[in-house]
């Protein structure tokens, strides 16, 4: 069974940089992979998502584009997550999620798309 692990997070500055990464235990390449976020209390939102197979196909959710990067690892079944200039307003449990998909395919941002998830890392900024 497919199974995601986050690492990464953890406490910066306003301003700061971070990374996170998620390793995916099937290390086929014919996945969609992304990061959500949620604070206690809100709806999760979306961050990031990618084709595993053609990182070409990825895109950004409008409050972190520009600012965050993601991007396939040197293996297939890890994603990382390049957040800069963090803000207070990113401080939330980052989770990263999973389903299966062939090259090309775009699932985006839309959470009940995806049927793997992680048990997320928090991330918090300082203000």
């Known amino acids: 069974q497919v199974q995601l692990v986050e690492s990464g997070g953890g406490s910066v500055q306003d301003g700061g940089a971070l990374r996170l990464s998620c390793v995916n235990s099937d290390t086929d390449n014919n996945y969609c992979m992304a990061w959500f976020r949620q604070i206690p209390g809100k709806e999760r939102e979306g961050v990031a998502f990618?084709?595993?197979?053609?990182?070409?196909?990825?895109g950004y959710g409008d409050s972190v584009e520009g600012r965050f990067i993601i991007s396939k690892g040197n293996s297939n079944n890890t994603v990382n997550l390049e957040m800069n200039s963090l803000k207070p307003e990113d401080s939330a449990m980052y989770y990263c999620?999973?389903?299966?998909?062939?090259?090309?395919?775009?699932?985006?941002?839309?959470?009940?798309?995806?049927?793997?998830w992680g048990q997320g890392t928090q991330v918090t900024v300082a203000s």
């Open positions: 990618i084709n595993v197979a053609d990182e070409g196909v990825a």
């Open positions: 999620a999973a389903a299966t998909c062939l090259p090309g395919y775009l699932l985006g941002l839309r959470a009940i798309r995806y049927t793997y």
